[in-house]
């Protein structure tokens, strides 16, 4: 595990907290114990898609919310209005999402640990900005 003291993800945060040791002289076995259950893959696989569902749910109802009529694809469907291309769309954002963050942890995006939240900055700092219409889609779709 990989952690930047500055910048704990929650992730990092989590994991820390359960393998975590107290008293002065600490059972070496339960610590050991709390090392594997902190880093089961199955429960960290678990715990990351029941976050993944409640964050997609979340998305798919702010794009619904605040894109009413709006328009996307070839056949321009009605994204707020066919639950199929509505779904369709947030999965693609977020995955495109998790792939840049998936690259700027591995510092290929020039080496900037903080890519994802300078592009949000950057994007919407004026009036009227639109994180996805000007940043997100030019990125994804222009290049």
């Known amino acids: 595990m990989s952690i930047q003291p500055s910048r704990p993800t929650q992730h ?9 040791v107290g008293g ?10 709390k090392q594997i259950t902190a880093f089961n893959v199955e429960r960290v696989t678990r715990r990351f898609f029941e976050e993944y569902k409640r964050l997609f749910d979340h998305v798919r109802a702010t794009i619904a919310a605040e894109n009413p009529g709006a328009r996307i694809g070839p056949h321009k469907r009605n994204l ?4 199929q291309s509505l779904h369709a769309f947030t999965q693609r954002l977020l995955g495109r999402i998790i792939f840049l963050y998936f690259i700027q942890k591995k510092g290929w995006l020039d080496g900037n640990q903080d890519f994802l939240p300078d592009l949000y900055r950057r994007a919407t700092e004026h009036p009227g900005a639109n ?9 994804f779709l222009k290049c």
């Open 12 to 20: 990092d945060l989590s994991v820390l907290r359960e393998i975590a």
């Open 80 to 83: 707020t209005g066919d639950s």
């Open 24 to 33: 002065t002289s600490p059972d070496p076995s339960a610590a050991h114990l």
């Open 131 to 139: 994180f996805y219409r000007d940043a997100l889609e030019p990125l």
